[in-house]
């Protein structure tokens, strides 16, 4: 299946299943030589960056351990929408190597606010892995230090990425095609 349609947008294959997977071997091999002896733990941030930080977490052949935390905003206290909260973290970070697993960098304003409040529980290191980035739309400097693929300012859907929800299932990723993008003139 090489084109979808969602909510009325039509969405082209962009990165395939094969083409995630051997990236994804490659960034575990450099985390795994990275970290060995470490036992460095992984931070997913849910919802989207869960399939990929599963199996980045599956490919790694050192020990290593994993939680599960949700970036949460508080819209009704703050109308800019910029209050934003690690939820969820059970384990100690002090004294941890912790990565922190993202889906996709995009203005970088999310990653800025989670390595900020990172920092201050204390780990020994601190990194970022993301499969994802869009360099042409940051309106913050913040890098990864591993990055799966960088992409144009197109909006994707798929491997844990959704619209609305949907889509998150899909195990390729899809990028919105520009005729079906309103308000979009580029060819
Ligand atoms: P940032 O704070 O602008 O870097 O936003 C990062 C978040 O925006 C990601 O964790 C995603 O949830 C979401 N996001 C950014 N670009 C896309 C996209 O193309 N498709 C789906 N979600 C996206
Ligand atoms: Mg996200």
Redesign the pocket.
């Known amino acids: 299946m090489k084109h979808i349609t969602y909510q009325g947008l039509n969405f082209r294959k962009f990165i395939a299943e094969a083409d995630l997977r051997s990236r994804i071997s490659e960034m575990a091999r450099e985390i795994s030589a990275r970290y060995a002896g470490k036992n460095p733990l992984l931070v997913c941030v849910l919802t989207?960056a869960a399939p990929f930080a599963v199996d980045l977490f599956r490919a790694l052949d050192i020990d290593a351990e994993i939680a599960f935390i949700r970036f949460k905003s508080y819209e009704g206290m703050a109308s800019t929408g910029e209050v934003r909260q690690v939820m969820g973290l059970t384990e100690p970070v002090d004294g941890r190597d912790v990565i922190i697993v993202?889906?996709?960098?995009?203005?970088?304003?999310?990653?800025k606010l989670l390595k900020a409040q990172f920092e201050e529980l204390g780990p020994r290191s601190l990194a970022v892995a993301t499969l994802l980035s869009?360099p042409s739309a940051r309106k913050v400097e913040v890098e990864a230090d591993w990055t799966g693929f960088e992409i144009p300012d197109r909006?994707?859907?798929g491997y844990g990425?959704?619209i609305d929800g949907q889509a998150r299932n899909l195990n390729d990723i899809y990028v919105l095609d520009s005729e079906s993008s309103p308000g979009n003139s580029e060819a």
């Open positions: 989207g993202e889906d996709i960098i995009d203005t970088g304003r999310t990653m869009k909006f994707i859907i990425l959704d």
